[in-house]
């Protein structure tokens, strides 16, 4: 299990920065100094979330990695292949 | 790790983080020695479910959407907060969205963890759609969700157009700017509009999914209800005199089984067929089978159908959503 800080810039779509730590304690130390840090952007999001791996995160929490027309078109490429 | 806070500290807590902009050190330190409880007990979570065969990723809550709930819900307190910490799972389908609830729940129960179960699906949040267990593991309570592909693509749609739009349209409220245009093709619309459109896609993903699962289920029962007429068959083949006599025992059993799953499955069934139970011919069971199969054939032409016609309602909608373009960004 893999604990990422994830910091996104919600208006423009993008994670400007992210970093694994396998230990959640300096995971959760490292959120919390980027949210000291970013506290004057209020569209900066800063979390941490854990996964076995950065690929389980581009399928359950998508909308970091995606835009909407491609999140829109990734649907309709599964719908394609949904028998 | 037990949560090293009392409800009283937890709420006062969250009093005081949402009184101004300015959080003090001493919260910050205090918040974080709470979240870091509700990690371990996440990533304790996460393990299981792991183990469980399950894959499943998860967060705590960002100081941000923490203290946005607490302002946004008056009079809402921290100890109450059931998302705090969170698992997500993805699943292909409707069918295995159920099977994995149902495994997780057991699991939790026979632990001797509460386990509460919300289902979005039949209660829908502002469009937003899943199911969520809430498991308290040493007090401290973990929202499990389980969503299905096409509940996924849809709550990410929307979180990703609040991104932009203003985190408001997650919860019903207008987005910011809503008469900005955003253009499909050749034809614009409102923002407001376009949110309203996301409605319907999940208004049509709803009934797609159920009918979706209905179709494998019906699928399954006409393919039993076929072996269970070749078996009759062979065996009135193999002796015609068997035709006018009443069933054996054996055949019997197929009758309740038959019975049983006809019972089970959404299809209209004449239970009369089966009312005459062990006095039923050999001959009057294949002309039941029969017409059940007949029914159950008719039945999932008319669920594809509708399926097929909310596919096609459902790739409108996303085409749209693909080609479009926010004139206000």
């Known amino acids: ?83 | 790790m037990p949560l090293p806070a009392t409800k009283g500290d937890l709420n006062r807590l969250g009093h005081r983080l949402i009184a101004s902009d300015r959080i003090v050190p001493a919260d910050l330190e205090q918040l974080a020695f709470v979240l870091s409880a509700y990690q371990q007990v996440l990533d304790r979570v996460k393990t299981q479910l792991r183990d469980l065969g399950l894959s499943a990723t998860g967060r705590v809550k960002t100081t941000k959407t923490l203290t946005d709930k607490l302002r946004r819900i008056h009079g809402f307190e921290l100890s109450r907060m059931q998302d705090l910490a969170g698992a997500r799972i993805v699943v292909s389908d409707l069918r295995i969205q159920n099977e994995v609830t149902e495994k997780i729940r057991e699991f939790y129960e026979s632990q001797g963890c509460a386990c509460r179960f919300v289902d979005r699906r039949a209660d829908p949040r502002f469009g937003y759609r899943a199911v969520h267990l809430i498991v308290r593991v040493d007090g401290i309570p973990i929202e499990i969700q389980v969503r299905t592909e096409l509940q996924d693509a849809w709550a990410q749609i929307v979180e990703r157009l609040a991104d932009r739009w203003g985190r408001g349209i997650r919860y019903g409220e207008d987005p910011e700017d809503p008469e900005a245009q955003v253009r499909y093709g050749a034809r614009t619309a409102s923002r407001r509009e376009a949110v309203e459109r996301l409605m319907e896609l999940s208004e049509t993903s709803a009934p797609l999914e159920q009918n979706r699962a209905s179709v494998v289920s019906s699928e399954k029962t006409a393919s039993f209800v076929e072996e269970c007429i070749a078996e009759l068959q062979s065996v009135a083949q193999r002796d015609p005199e068997l035709l006018d006599q009443k069933i054996s025992v054996r055949l019997m059993e197929h009758l309740n089984a038959l019975r049983d799953i006809l019972a089970d499955s959404d299809e209209p069934v004449d239970q009369a067929l089966f009312a005459a139970g062990a006095e039923t011919t050999l001959a009057q069971l294949i002309r039941a089978c029969e017409l059940a199969f007949a029914r159950v054939s008719e039945a999932l032409t008319t669920l594809r159908k509708t399926v097929e016609d909310h596919e096609g309602r459902l790739r409108g909608i996303l085409q749209e959503i693909a080609n479009a373009r926010d004139e206000g960004a």
């Open chain 1, 1 to 83: 299990m893999q604990h990422y800080l994830v910091i996104y810039d919600r208006r423009r779509g993008q994670i400007i920065k992210h970093r694994v730590y396998p230990n959640p304690k300096r995971a959760l130390a490292a959120r919390f100094d980027a949210e000291r840090e970013f506290r004057d952007e209020p569209d900066i999001e800063v979390v941490v979330l854990g996964a076995e791996s950065w690929e389980s995160l581009r399928r359950t929490h998508s909308r970091y990695f995606k835009d909407v027309r491609e999140l829109a078109e990734a649907a309709l490429e599964r719908e394609a292949h949904t028998v």
